[in-house]
């Protein structure tokens, strides 16, 4: 089975500072891996995922995250964070199957950027 | 291009009785996934359909039931409602072919509160 631990369920950080959620993963299996974003009263958007090869993965609003299979980890950091990035961040696992790809998360780590 | 979509987005319901969620896929999509996300806690994924079978479950009890239709349009059901059933219900659609990108686009949710 699966899981995935998000360490920390929140994080305060002031406008244009670095910042660092962190995911661990377990599995016996190769997995693939996804960061999601969950603004208030929304659903979930898909902010970057790794699936293979580069293990560094990047999205276009500058969050980046990478794969570390020897520490099972998936972390995801922004250099410069905005007051509009404040949000509830999801890492999930998904075991490749064919077309079936459950999404198993973590409990979510709340992103306060403040002025 | 339509994205997910899901009614109603809120819904109340008293302890005992029963509840039908929908969803609508994005457009080319073939697959449907629901996930109840309980209040700060991380999206668990209930069931997910394919050619209007299920094909993976949770560990959900039978009371949690659904459909699909041959547009691709799913139903979650949920009978004899509990307290703990209040939540967030997500679901999220994906092409069963495209089993590289992995990828689920979530609908914006359902919250049904059971009083």
């Known amino acids: 089975a699966q899981s995935v631990t998000q360490l920390d369920s929140q994080v305060p950080v002031f406008e244009e500072a670095p910042v660092e959620l962190r995911c661990n993963y377990s599995s016996s299996v190769s997995v693939y891996l996804f960061w999601y974003v969950q603004y208030p009263n929304q659903g979930l958007q898909l902010l970057l995922k790794?699936?293979?090869?580069?293990?560094l993965v990047e999205s276009i609003n500058g969050f980046e995250a990478e794969f570390n299979k020897s520490q099972t980890s998936f972390h995801l950091r922004k250099p410069s964070v905005h007051i509009s990035d404040t949000a509830e961040y999801f890492c999930?696992?998904?075991?490749?199957?064919?077309?079936?790809?459950?999404?198993?998360f973590g409990a979510g780590t709340r992103l306060a950027v403040h002025p | 291009d339509a994205g997910v979509t899901q009614s109603p987005t809120h819904l109340i319901k008293t302890r005992g009785q029963q509840v039908t969620l929908r969803c609508s896929p994005k457009s080319g999509h073939d697959t449907v996934s629901w996930y109840q996300q309980a209040l700060g806690q991380g999206p668990q994924f209930i069931f997910q359909?394919?050619?209007?079978?299920?094909?993976q479950r949770g560990n959900f009890p039978d009371r949690f039931s659904g459909h699909q239709f041959p547009n691709y349009s799913s139903e979650l059901n949920v009978n004899a409602l509990l307290l703990g059933d209040s939540a967030l219900y997500l679901c999220?659609?994906?092409?069963?072919?495209?089993?590289?990108?992995?990828?689920?686009?979530f609908g914006p949710g359902t919250r049904l509160t059971v009083t």
């Open positions: 359909y394919y050619e209007e079978e299920e094909r």
């Open positions: 999220a659609s994906s092409l069963a072919a495209a089993t590289l990108s992995n990828e689920q686009y």
């Open positions: 999930a696992v998904s075991v490749p199957r064919g077309g079936y790809n459950k999404l198993i």
């Open positions: 790794y699936l293979s090869g580069s293990t």
